[in-house]
Structures are given as C-alpha cells and as structure tokens.
C-alpha cells in the first residue's frame, strides 16, 4: 500500500445526508400526533349521540391510538437521535481524515524534494527501511479511520437496538390491513342518505310527507349527502315525481344542496304564504299594542311601531317572494339561513356568490336597503349572463354580541359557516355545471370563503373585499384566482393578521399568495380628521368605507362594483 | 342503560372520522417515504440501516395499523347507520301491525265479562 491520498478510506456514510433525513423523518413523524388527536376527539363525540349496550365496545376501540401515535414519534425521535449521533461521530472522523490528507498533500507538494539517497547498499536500505516505516504508519492511520467509523456504526446500531419495541398490545390490535384499500375510503355520507331519499320518492312521493312527518331526523341526514349525489339523484326522477316531491315536502326540496335551482325557487316561494299570514296575524297583536289607548299600559308605543315597521318589511319581502319579484333559493328560518337568487340560471352563463359579513340577519334582506342590493346590481348589469345569490347560510357574528362574549373578533362562526358554505357552492355547482363561479366576501365572510375551500368550497375566482381573509395556515387553491379589494384606511386593517387560537385571523387577504389587488377607489384617511375630528371621526370614516364595498351606488363603489363586473363577464381575464 | 341513536350526528362523526384517517394514511405514506429515504442513506452501513429498519419499519406499521383499525370502526358505525336508515320501514310495518294488534280492547269482555262502569 503506497501512501497515497487516493488510498485513505472515505466516511461509509453522507453525514449531511443522514442529518437531512433525519430531519424530514422528525418532520413527516409529528404530524401524525395531531392525527391521532384528531381522530380521537371525533371518536370523544360518540357516546352523545349512541347509546346502546353493544356501542361500549364500539366506543372504547380508539383507546390504543393515542399511545400508539406517541409510541411512533418516541421510537422515531430515539432513531433519529441516533443517527444524529452517528452524524456526528462520522464528522470528527472524517476531519482526522482530512488532517491526514493535509498531511500526505503535504509531502508531495512540487517545490519539495526528497534528500538524496547516497548510492551504497547501507544508504539504500535505511532508506528503504524508513519508506516501509511510514507506509506502515500510514496504513495504521488508514485502518484507526476505518476502525473509529465501524465503532460510531456500532455504535449506533447499539442505539438503536435499545430502541424498546412496539408493545405487543399495540402491535397485535392495531394491526396493519394487508388488504385495506390505498385508496380514499368512500363517505358514508351518500350511503346514509340515498336509501331515504330513494324511499320519499317512491309511488310518485305519495308518502313522502308522511314519512317526514313520522322521522323528522331524516332531513339532517338528508342534508348531509353530498350535492353531486343529490343532484344525480333529482336528475333521476321524472317530472311527476320531482313536481310531487316540490309540492308535498318544500322546506325540504328548498333547501336541499344539489336540486334543481328552478325546482328550490319554486318549492321555497309556495312556502311564504304561510309566513305572510303568521306576519299578519304578529301585525295584528302588534297593532293592539302600539294602539294609543293599551300602549301606556303594554309597551312604549315608539317600540310598538318600530316592531310594526320590522313586521311590514318582512311582509313587504315574502310579498315579493310571492309573487316572484323576488327568489329564495334557501331559507330556514330554524337554522338560520336565507340566500336569495337574481336573474335567470337558464340563460346565465357565470354565477356570482355575494356572502356579506359581520351583522347579517334575515332582516338585512328586508326593507329597502336590502343587503343583495350588490348582487342585483351585477345581475341588472350583465343582461341576462350572470345569476346572483346574495348568501347567508347560517348565524353570522353581530357587534351587538360582544359585550356578551360573542362578535366578529372570534373565527368561531366562520369555521362553523364553512361547510355550509362549501355545500352551497358545490351544490350550485351540481346543479349547473357550466356556470363559471365567483365568490364576492365581504368582511367577515372572507373567513367563510377560505375555510369552505377544505370543504370543497371551490370557486373560479374569490374577490376578497375588505375581508379579515382566513384563520393560518392558508393555502390558496391553484385553480382560483384571488383579488383583493379595501379602501386605505378599511377598519379592518387595525388588526389584520393577528391571532390568539379563535381571537383574529391571523392571514391578512392581501398576504395571499397570487393575490391581485384591485383598486378599491374609496379614499384613505381624511387628515382634517388628525386635528379636528378626533378617533371617532377617524374610526366613523373607517366604518364608512368598509361598508361601503356593499354598495350598489356608483357614486361611492363605483371601481368595485365595475371590476366585478368586468371580472364575471370575462371569467376571471380582466378587472 | 338508555338507548338513542341520532343518525345525523353519528354520520357526521362517522365521516368526520373517514376524513380524518384518509388524512392519517397521507401522513403515513409521507412518514414511509422519510423512512425510506433515511434507510437509503444508511445503505453503507449495514448493521445500523438493519437496526434502524427495525425500528422504524415497526411505527411505520402501526401508523398504518391505526387506518386499517380506524377504518374498521368506521365500517362498523356505517352499517349501524346503513341497517337504521333501511331497515326503519320494516320496524314501523312491525310497529304498525303489532299497534292494529294491540289496539283492540286489552280487556275482552267476552272472556271476562263486562267492565264494571
């Protein structure tokens, strides 16, 4: 063995590689702990909701997932601390090596010459004997480098090895399936649902009412099936049955994500009628109430007549429900929802979703300044191309409800929305395939919108108008386009971005990633408002422009509301 | 012990459970390929890579043994869930048929003769 650089043994092992991994094992081990916990709080929610003497087996089969999720990320941390380690350990070795490198460089550098050897027999063999010295040496520091890395494997190996095993408890119940599909399983969501479904339309759904009546928790069940499923399903039934159905059971056939948009505004409008008689009947108490003579004795009379103005908008509005100035494509006063529709779906060829925000009610559908005002104004606009719904699936947050602990300052509701929302896109989405889909969110709806989107809440294009924008980590959907639109001074802004578990949102909209910012055309901050008009002023006019990307008046949202349009007649090209 | 079955809520946990381990099989697929790649990365040092394999191969297993297992459960709330919503008419045929039996005065006259008044 010649002394020769390229003759010293290099590390068994990538140092840089093995930390590499070890750090992307840490990494792909953790998630498997909020796994499990996730599991398990679903599984926590059973023993509310059955309860028979065979559902404690059923209720107890989730106990080992917990431990086992902690046996896997403590057996795997040790594993990867070992392989630190034995990291570690290559590296000293591997610098002895590069000492020993250095050295050998050293003695072959150009400019040095060896002395010269006197030509006798007696000069040769010493010389000869000192090259076999130093051969041999550098063969044992060739071997120590060998030795110390087989000793850091062994090490290792020892470490591992001490790693205890998986108990046996675990082991044997949790059992991997050989035959368990790869694939995604399927929901049982369907599967629940179709059987029911298939039984209300029997015989032309002449029992549909009657089987309702008898199971009225079939509707909850009803409501969960996916819209595709249900629209599939309605899509099956033929025009007598469908027709049946429409007539004998509306609140179900109007609020079932996936119907026929046509078959929901029907079924919903035959609904009104016997809301407008019970609002005349509450009319007529009410008016025994303002009536000057009681109303001394009963109630001021000024919250009399403010109640009968509140009673003749709603009647005003089923009025128009009635008789079709109006169209209700969901409406469940129980659970809180009313979206209304403008335009034709027949003949449109976009679909734009309004959801407004904090301090929606079914009241703000009502009276003259109705909330879908902005949609009607898209819908006027675009001639016949585009159908609006203007959104409120569920309870939003009110600013009347934070002295009492609730408000839109907690992502609670939003989270709870989602879904709901996910539903309805996805259900408009069933029902008219073609239509290109926009989503305008406003305020707190933002929220809505982004977290609807793990839902399948999918849309072509979200126009985020002075949203909170969504509870982290967000990822933007490849397949949407963004746009981002709030005046300067947007009240939101004082506190967008921040976040304490369900306090805030922590993702302001113009942080999403791809995000296009549209110009709100809405002015900033008045500096008179510095020196004269004080916070109130400042926070009024921050108020003001916030809501004023609701407006249908050109004069104050002009840019908005004309982007938007832009945006639905090119689908999603230009602003 | 009461009995009760709210179906809705049973199938939302039901898929809420599904979704959670379809979510559960993807970060155990990643956790098999991290292993994998780090067992590579000991190719050349034999006795620690079969060390390691042992070891990691073991919680790679049972992470999966969590879906199979979970799922398992899942099958079994379904078919609680698939036998309720159809095997419901046939418990109201029965409840119908044994209500027009019972129905009937409990008390037969014609047996026990007529009922004081």
């Known amino acids: ?575 | 012990m009461s009995y009760s079955l709210q179906p809705d809520e049973v199938i939302g946990i039901t898929d809420r459970l599904r979704r959670a381990l379809n979510e559960t099989l993807d970060r155990s697929d990643a956790l098999r390929g991290a292993v994998d790649a780090l067992s590579t990365a000991l190719a050349r040092v034999t006795p620690a890579r079969a060390a390691f394999d042992d070891v990691a191969d073991a919680r790679v297993a049972l992470s999966r043994g969590i879906v199979s297992h979970g799922r398992a459960a899942v099958a079994a709330l379904r078919a609680i869930v698939v036998s309720y919503v159809t095997a419901d008419d046939e418990m109201a045929t029965t409840a119908a048929s044994l209500d027009a039996l019972t129905r009937g005065p409990v008390f037969d006259p014609s047996r026990f003769g007529a009922r004081p008044s």
């Open chain 1, 1 to 575: 063995m010649s002394i020769d650089v390229a003759a010293i043994p290099v590390a068994p092992a990538d140092s840089e590689e093995l930390r590499r991994c070890a750090r992307e094992l840490r990494q792909a081990s953790a998630p498997l702990r909020l796994s499990a916990e996730n599991i398990l709080f679903s599984w926590g929610m059973l023993p509310e909701v059955y309860r028979a003497p065979e559902s404690v087996d059923l209720q107890d089969a989730m106990t080992l997932v917990g431990p086992a999720a902690v046996e896997i990320l403590t057996g795997l941390q040790l594993a990867c601390a070992a392989v630190e380690t034995l990291a570690d350990e290559l590296d000293a070795v591997t610098r002895e090596r590069t000492a020993l490198v250095a050295r050998i460089e050293s003695r072959c550098l150009p400019g040095l010459r060896a002395l010269p050897v006197a030509d006798d027999p007696l000069s040769r063999q010493l010389a000869a004997d000192a090259r076999d010295d130093a051969e041999a040496g550098f063969r044992r520091e060739c071997a120590a480098l060998v030795d110390r890395w087989d000793a850091a494997v062994d090490a290792c190996a020892a470490r591992l090895r001490a790693i205890p095993d998986v108990p046996w408890t675990l082991s044997s119940t949790l059992r991997a399936d050989e035959h368990d599909p790869i694939a995604e399983s399927t929901s049982i969501l369907d599967a629940a649902a179709l059987p029911l479904l298939a039984r209300l339309a029997d015989h032309d759904g002449a029992a549909a009412t009657r089987l309702l009546a008898a199971h009225p928790e079939w509707v909850a069940v009803l409501r969960r099936a996916r819209p595709e499923t249900i629209a599939r399903w309605w899509n099956s039934l033929t025009p007598t049955t469908a027709a049946a159905l429409t007539a004998t059971i509306p609140a179900v056939i109007g609020n079932l994500d996936g119907v026929a948009i046509a078959a929901r505004i029907a079924a919903n409008r035959s609904r009104v009628t016997a809301r407008i008689e019970e609002l005349r009947r509450q009319r007529l108490e009410a008016q025994l109430t303002a009536d000057p003579l009681t109303a001394r004795f009963r109630s001021p009379s000024a919250q009399a007549d403010s109640r009968l103005r509140a009673i003749d908008a709603e009647i005003a509005y089923f009025e128009a429900v009635q008789d079709g100035r109006k169209q209700l494509y969901a409406w469940d006063p129980d659970h809180g929802s009313l979206i209304e529709m403008s335009g034709d779906p027949a003949q449109a060829t976009a679909a734009l979703f309004v959801v407004p925000g904090t301090n929606t009610r079914a009241e703000s559908f009502f009276g003259d300044e109705s909330i879908s005002r902005f949609a009607d104004w898209q819908t006027s606009t675009a001639h016949g191309s585009v159908v609006s719904f203007t959104v409120m699936t569920g309870p939003m947050p009110q600013l009347v409800d934070i002295p009492t602990g609730g408000g839109p300052q907690f992502s609670t509701q939003a989270l709870q929305r989602a879904p709901e929302y996910a539903h309805f896109v996805q259900g408009v989405g069933a029902a008219q395939p073609d239509l290109w889909m926009m989503s305008y969110e406003h305020s707190y709806a933002g929220a809505v919108g982004s977290a609807a989107e793990a839902y399948g809440g999918i849309v072509d294009a979200r126009f985020l108008a002075a949203t909170v924008g969504a509870v982290g980590p967000y990822t933007p959907v490849p397949e949407t386009r963004y746009f981002a639109a709030q005046a300067p001074d947007d009240i939101n802004r004082y506190y967008a971005g921040l976040r304490l578990a369900d306090l805030g949102f922590d993702v302001p909209p113009e942080s999403f990633p791809g995000v296009r910012i549209v110009d709100s055309g809405l002015p900033g901050l008045n500096p008179r408002n510095l020196i004269i008009g004080g916070p109130a002023e400042i926070v009024g006019d921050s108020i003001d422009h916030h809501n004023a990307l609701m407006s249908d008046d050109e004069r104050i949202n002009g840019k908005v509301l004309n982007s938007v349009s832009s945006l639905l007649t090119t689908k999603g090209k230009t602003t």
